[in-house]
């Protein structure tokens, strides 16, 4: 058994309770408010309740309360660092978190689940019979209808046939014929003109019919105006209720129009009141039971719906089991005098075992007398248990492995405190052969060479300190700001591989007004190829000045820069010059990747053109290197006008890789100027970089990126033909 884990020694120090209370604003505070206190009662009893004994005493309450809570945090941070600093307390901690927490929020998932479910299916099933009761009214209301616009000299047998018929299945249920007025029956013609068309001259209706009971309500004496404008009416309307003022009841409705010789004739109303014998029908048919409902209408004096006391009412009780046997569902009716409609929401309760069986007493019978139901919720309750064993022994086996891992961290970490206080000599004894015991292995190993990655790591630090200021360096060595050139729109961009890398651009000012461009990739990259980088602008730069032509100066910096470049390296380089007065760009090439040329809008169906002219890279010291760079160096020259984009780049463009290798490539980059040579010179210069990133993906970068782009606008053109 391991020594006991003492806090550890960066550990606050304890403070004793009269340090804590003396010595600190909050024990000062608490003892100030305390004392006043004291002396408000002394004072209450003296004098009575005097105004600033009152004040005194509010300060004194507001000062134990903030004194108190200062002491409570602070309590709560020292439990809380002496009861977790433990690693076996923590993984208790955590196994609880991790096995116990989460079980128990499952069951309540699976238990709110179940819930509600259970109070959709019972609302669902009780629409699905409260609709079905709706259908069977219209359907016997259009059966009257249909009759009696057929043969209106038996209407009144037909309405004692209909009742007859439907009073086994709906006892309560009542039929009425309403006649309406010749001229109302004109006017409701055009709502029933299809069906009026179809019937021929009869012998004219009775006046008005009645059939059933009507108890709930007396027979509609007419026929409101709205209704004659309609084909029919179905739905659920309200009616005023015995049980007080401002509450009604439900009734089921459907007014369907009987036509005659072309016109309107009456109205079929057919009635059934959702009573206590409708209520316990839709019980029995659906095992759910409808209580009482409210109307959403607005307004305080909103009546409310009162649906008849149907006794035995499940999940009556108001106990927190209520929330697993209520339910609501919302119907809509309508106002029989207006036609408005309005909601009314009503509650329902169900027992989930009676609504299960429901659900599942159309599965065949499975094993003896039981349900297929029956067997899925035994199932169930099996794999339940399972869970909880298994749970059980999960966090006996936790706090088991909790024991025995903290034996081992407890020497581990007693060694790394020797490390901490600089005693690299340490070792941990190996005594368990397990994983454990190869990390203490690998601990030991860890303090012998952890002094020379210190001082690795110190010198890597310097190096990329050195680095990052050698690319600082490097960067203020390319152009900075925008080249302000009449006529020619000038931007490009460098992206190293490396902190520091061998690409090179520069834009410099020549006589006569011209204007020299150079882009250059050293080969290689670091260090040593920023040097040869910044060489080579200080040799441009010179000799610039001294040869205009692009030739003559590729031939004499090569010459220069062959003497000091390092055998294993070359330079390759696109030089041009830019005549503005001429319209004129010369340009040679050192080996370097092509130059990508688009004609402006002045040449039909303008072409990317890569152009190539021969030429040998810079810088080989080998023999007659010199000569044959002469020999093969060729100069061209390009007439330029409005709208000409040039695009000088080096192969960190085109031999940009994706994660299968394929390179991007001169074609898809010509192509891409080609597509988009009409925007700007930098909306070109991101297009392109997008498509690279694209092209590359995640894919690192494995080489420097440069681009140069030129456009040529129309002030160009006018420089020239001043020139002229």
């Not at 809570?69 to 309590?75: N, S």
């Not at 649906?307 to 927190?320: E, I, Q, R, V």
Request: hydrophobic residues 45%; glycine residues 8%; negative net charge.
């Amino acid at each position: 058994m391991p020594a006991p884990a003492a806090l550890p020694p960066d550990a606050v120090p304890p403070v004793s309770p009269a340090d804590l209370l003396f010595k600190s604003w909050p024990g000062r505070l608490f003892i100030v408010s305390a004392a006043l206190k004291v002396i408000v009662a002394l004072l209450r009893l003296a004098f009575g309740e005097p105004g600033f004994v009152g004040i005194l005493s509010t300060a004194a309450t507001i000062g134990l309360i903030v004194s108190v809570a200062f002491f409570a945090w602070r309590l709560f941070v020292l439990m809380k660092r002496r009861l977790l600093w433990r690693v076996r307390r923590k993984l208790i901690l955590s196994y609880i978190f991790i096995g116990v927490v989460p079980s128990l929020l499952i069951m309540v998932f699976f238990l709110l689940g179940g819930v509600l479910i259970f109070m959709n299916v019972s609302a669902y099933l009780f629409k699905d019979g409260y609709d079905a009761m709706v259908d069977d009214v219209k359907l016997y209301a259009e059966s009257a209808a249909s009759e009696m616009s057929r043969s209106p000299e038996s209407a009144s047998q037909t309405f004692g046939r209909i009742h007859r018929n439907t009073s086994r299945k709906y006892p309560v249920l009542s039929f009425a014929y309403v006649p309406v007025p010749a001229a109302a029956a004109r006017a409701g013609t055009s709502a029933a003109g299809a069906e009026a068309q179809r019937t021929t001259s009869r012998e004219p209706l009775a006046g008005r019919l009645t059939a059933g009971p009507w108890e709930h309500m007396p027979a509609p004496p007419t026929i409101p105006a709205w209704l004659l404008t309609r084909k029919g009416a179905l739905g659920t309307i309200a009616m005023p209720s015995a049980d007080g003022p401002g509450q009604v009841e439900l009734v089921i409705r459907a007014a369907q129009p009987v036509v005659t010789d072309g016109s309107v004739a009456g109205f079929v109303i057919a009635d059934l009141p959702i009573g206590l014998e409708m209520v316990q029908r839709l019980h029995e048919e659906t095992r759910v039971r409808a209580g009482t409902a409210t109307v959403l209408a607005e307004g305080a004096d909103a009546p409310v719906v009162s649906l008849p006391p149907t006794g035995g009412a499940a999940g009556s009780d108001d106990g927190w089991t209520a929330l697993f046997r209520k339910s609501v569902i919302f119907l809509d009716y309508y106002d029989w005098e207006t036609g408005d409609g309005r909601r009314v929401s009503m509650s329902l309760s169900y027992r989930p075992g009676e609504l299960y069986r429901q659900l599942s007493g159309a599965q065949q019978i499975l094993l003896g007398t039981q349900t297929f139901g029956e067997v899925a919720i035994v199932i169930l309750l099996v794999i339940a248990t399972l869970f909880l064993i298994i749970e059980i022994v999960a966090l006996s086996m936790g706090l088991a492995l909790a024991r025995s891992i903290t034996s081992s961290i407890h020497e581990l970490f007693m060694g790394t405190e020797r490390v901490r206080h600089g005693d690299f000599a340490h070792r941990i004894d190996v005594s368990t052969n397990d994983q454990l015991g190869e990390l203490a292995g690998s601990f030991n190993q860890m303090t012998g060479s952890i002094e020379g990655l210190l001082q690795t790591a110190a010198e890597k630090k310097r190096l990329e300190e050195e680095l990052r200021i050698a690319r600082v360096i490097q960067m203020s060595l390319l152009p900075r700001g925008p080249l302000d050139v009449p006529g020619l729109a000038v931007t490009a961009l460098c992206v190293p591989a490396r902190e520091v890398g061998g690409d090179y651009y520069d834009f410099f000012r020549l006589p006569g007004e011209c204007l020299g461009v150079l882009i250059a990739d050293v080969s290689g990259k670091g260090t040593s190829a920023a040097l040869y980088m910044a060489e080579l602008k200080g040799l441009v730069l010179a000799l610039s000045q001294m040869y205009q032509s692009p030739r003559q100066l590729l031939i004499e910096v090569n010459r220069i820069i062959s003497e000091h470049l390092d055998s294993r390296s070359f330079i390759t380089m696109t030089y041009a010059v830019i005549d503005p007065r001429r319209g004129l760009m010369t340009f040679c090439r050192a080996g370097h990747t092509p130059l990508i040329f688009l004609p402006g809008p002045s040449v039909s169906a303008p072409t990317a053109q890569v152009l190539t002219p021969s030429g040998m890279v810079l810088g080989l010291s080998i023999d007659g290197a010199a000569e044959k760079f002469e020999a093969l160096l060729e100069e061209e020259r390009i007439d330029l006008s409005s709208g000409d984009v040039i695009v000088l780049y080096t192969d960190g463009i085109t031999e940009a890789m994706n994660g299968q290798s394929d390179l991007f490539g001169d074609a898809r980059l010509s192509r891409i100027v080609e597509e988009h040579g009409h925007l700007d010179s930098g909306e070109l210069r991101e297009r392109i970089m997008r498509e690279v990133e694209a092209f590359v993906g995640g894919a690192d970068q494995h080489d420097d990126m440069t681009m140069i782009l030129l456009k040529v606008d129309e002030a160009f053109s006018a420089v020239d033909r001043v020139a002229v």
